[in-house]
Every structure is written in structure tokens, then in C-alpha cells.
């Protein structure tokens, strides 16, 4: 089992998360503070009791620190969880770990994606390599429509 350090600063295990929700939307974003990562920070925020009432929690990913992440917290006013994947365990199991081509430099990058999970770990939806502009109310509406 993967344990997690989550922004509380609590240590607990990726598979206890998912078990506290009947589903859960894991976000993979490339870093905090930076602007299509805040924006689509509010719009997550936003939609979030639209989440609840389906049954969804939502956790963030990212490779950034926990302190990094208590100051993203803080600066947006994040109200679901953001977990520090600093050895890149969730991102190289789902895969949001890879090559970025930007001006013909070749860098690792952590590309945007969402996963709707369920408490078993199985993967219900998922949208790769997605835009911040207009990400949530999209999935929201795809997701109402599958769960139907």
C-alpha cells in the first residue's frame, strides 16, 4: 500500500482515501501557484457541493512539497485535500508522468489529467492531457451523465 503524506501533515494510506468516498476524482496538476492551477483550483472549489452530492471527493496530486502546498492552500482557500507525490509513485501509476517537448526542449512534466475512481481503485472515467480553462463544469457534465 502507498502511504501518502497529505498537507495536514497526517500520514495515511492512498487506499484509505479512496475507501472514505464512494467516488473520487484524483487531479494530477504540474505545480501550485501558478495561474491555470489556481484558476482551476476556484472552479473545483466552485463545483465542489455539485461533487458531494454525487458522492465524489476530490483530491489533488502534484509533485510539489507539502510546504508548497500549505501555501497554495492558504493563497487560493483549497478546501479538498492536495497530496505531495515527491517520489512520483501516483504519477507514474497512472501515468501523468512524461516527456514534455516545449521550444524543442525535452523536459519531464506532470501532465494535466483527471481520474474518477472508484472505492476499488478502478478507473471509471478519465480525461488526459486536459486544459484548466473549462475542465470542471466539462467533467462534471460527463460524469453526471455516466453515473447515471
Given at each position: 500500500?502507498?502511504?501518502?503524506?497529505?498537507?495536514?501533515?497526517?500520514?495515511?494510506?492512498?487506499?484509505?482515501?479512496?475507501?472514505?468516498?464512494?467516488?473520487?476524482?484524483?487531479?494530477?496538476?504540474?505545480?501550485d501557484?501558478?495561474?491555470?492551477?489556481?484558476?482551476?483550483?476556484?472552479?473545483?472549489?466552485?463545483?465542489?457541493?455539485?461533487?458531494?452530492?454525487?458522492?465524489?471527493?476530490?483530491?489533488?496530486?502534484?509533485?510539489?512539497?507539502?510546504?508548497?502546498?500549505?501555501?497554495?492552500?492558504?493563497?487560493?482557500?483549497?478546501?479538498?485535500?492536495?497530496?505531495?507525490d515527491?517520489?512520483?509513485?501516483?504519477?507514474?501509476?497512472?501515468?501523468?508522468?512524461?516527456?514534455?517537448?516545449?521550444?524543442?526542449?525535452?523536459?519531464?512534466?506532470?501532465i494535466?489529467?483527471?481520474?474518477?475512481l472508484?472505492?476499488?481503485?478502478?478507473?471509471?472515467?478519465?480525461?488526459?492531457?486536459?486544459?484548466?480553462?473549462?475542465?470542471?463544469?466539462?467533467?462534471?457534465?460527463?460524469?453526471?451523465?455516466?453515473?447515471?
Amino acid at each position: 500500500m502507498l502511504l501518502i503524506k497529505q498537507w495536514t501533515s497526517e500520514n495515511i494510506k492512498f487506499e484509505e482515501l479512496l475507501k472514505s468516498s464512494k467516488y473520487t476524482i484524483i487531479y494530477f496538476y504540474p505545480k501550485d501557484n501558478t495561474p491555470g492551477c489556481s484558476m482551476e483550483a476556484h472552479d473545483f472549489s466552485k463545483f465542489e457541493r455539485e461533487f458531494t452530492k454525487l458522492w465524489i471527493q476530490i483530491i489533488w496530486i502534484s509533485k510539489d512539497n507539502k510546504q508548497s502546498h500549505q501555501k497554495f492552500i492558504e493563497d487560493i482557500c483549497i478546501t479538498f485535500p492536495l497530496i505531495s507525490d515527491e517520489e512520483l509513485e501516483l504519477h507514474n501509476k497512472f501515468w501523468a508522468w512524461w516527456e514534455k517537448n516545449n521550444y524543442w526542449k525535452i523536459s519531464m512534466w506532470t501532465i494535466r489529467s483527471t481520474f474518477l475512481l472508484d472505492s476499488k481503485w478502478e478507473i471509471v472515467r478519465k480525461w488526459i492531457n486536459v486544459k484548466a480553462t473549462g475542465h470542471v463544469e466539462k467533467i462534471l457534465k460527463e460524469i453526471k451523465e455516466t453515473l447515471k
